[in-house]
């Protein structure tokens, strides 16, 4: 009996020390890039807009939570995160093994094949490393992008940049001969100005396990509360009209 109500004390403070150490979700801070468009980018006014920040919002609605946005250069967002600068990260941020290692991803919110972006008149129709040998290829650094060159085209030229604004002036400026870039991110590109100079080359190349929200490993609680709003917007239409918004097709993920 002793035992028993030993093992029933012990129960119960453990069950009060679990509810002290519980975090309070109710104000989150949200980290992003802002050089990411049409996914998260500054308007004219210095506002934060883009797909990522709709979804966030609405999540943050789901979990009637009070949301505030960080903007972070995309080579420390996760330090910043791990270091507390912000709890989340919804900066189109691909899931891979590689990053699980340090941080936890929410289930995805979308998906997006990647695919190459070459001058006009080029030439280039056939984007494998056999066919681009001898060609400078360009990417944004810690991205899926880079890590598929560095794997997949060994010993090739590769520039890589801190931004994807970088990689883009240095093509149209014919400093380089491809990017790789996702391809709603280079679709949107070639529809300004300064990507009039360029085209889609070869296929489309999917890679990743689709884009999810970041939080640190021992935020388990906040990563479950995100993914089931995600399946809530997803279920009540809200993230429907929200790809509506920016893309003619679906990118949601299964």
């Known amino acids: 009996m002793m035992l028993k109500k ?7 403070f453990l069950a009060i020390a ?3 150490e519980a975090k309070d979700w109710s104000k989150i801070r949200i980290g992003t890039e802002g050089a990411y468009p049409p996914f998260n980018f500054f308007d004219s006014d210095k506002q934060l807009q883009g797909f990522d920040i709709d979804i966030a919002k609405a999540v943050c609605d789901k979990l009637k939570a009070e949301c505030t946005f960080v903007a972070q250069d995309w080579d420390g967002i996760i330090p910043a995160l791990q270091a507390g600068k912000f709890d989340a990260i919804f900066a189109s941020m691909s899931i891979t093994d590689e990053r699980k290692k340090v941080v936890d991803f929410s289930r ?28 400078t290829l360009g990417a944004q650094s810690s991205t899926i ?10 010993g090739f030229d590769l520039k890589l940049y801190p931004t994807q604004d970088e990689v883009y002036l240095d093509l149209a400026s014919g400093r380089i001969d491809a990017l790789f870039v996702d391809k709603v991110v280079g679709m949107d590109w070639l529809k300004t100005t300064d990507g009039s100079c ?8 999917p890679l990743g396990g689709g884009v999810g929200a970041a939080v640190r490993k021992d935020d388990a609680d906040l ?15 809200t993230y429907d009209k929200l790809n509506a918004k920016y893309f003619p097709f679906s990118i949601w993920i299964d």
């Open 18 to 20: 679990a509810q002290a």
């Open 198 to 205: 360029c085209e889609v080359v070869g296929k489309d190349i």
């Open 223 to 237: 990563r479950d509360a995100i993914s089931k709003a995600i399946l809530e917007i997803k279920a009540d239409g």
């Open 145 to 154: 992008q880079s890590g598929y060159l560095e794997q997949d085209y060994p």
């Open 6 to 12: 030993l093992a029933l004390a012990a129960a119960a």
């Open 108 to 135: 995805p919110y979308y998906n997006t094949p990647s695919a190459f972006i070459a001058a006009k008149g080029s030439g280039i129709t056939d984007v494998s490393a056999d066919a681009l040998k001898g060609k």
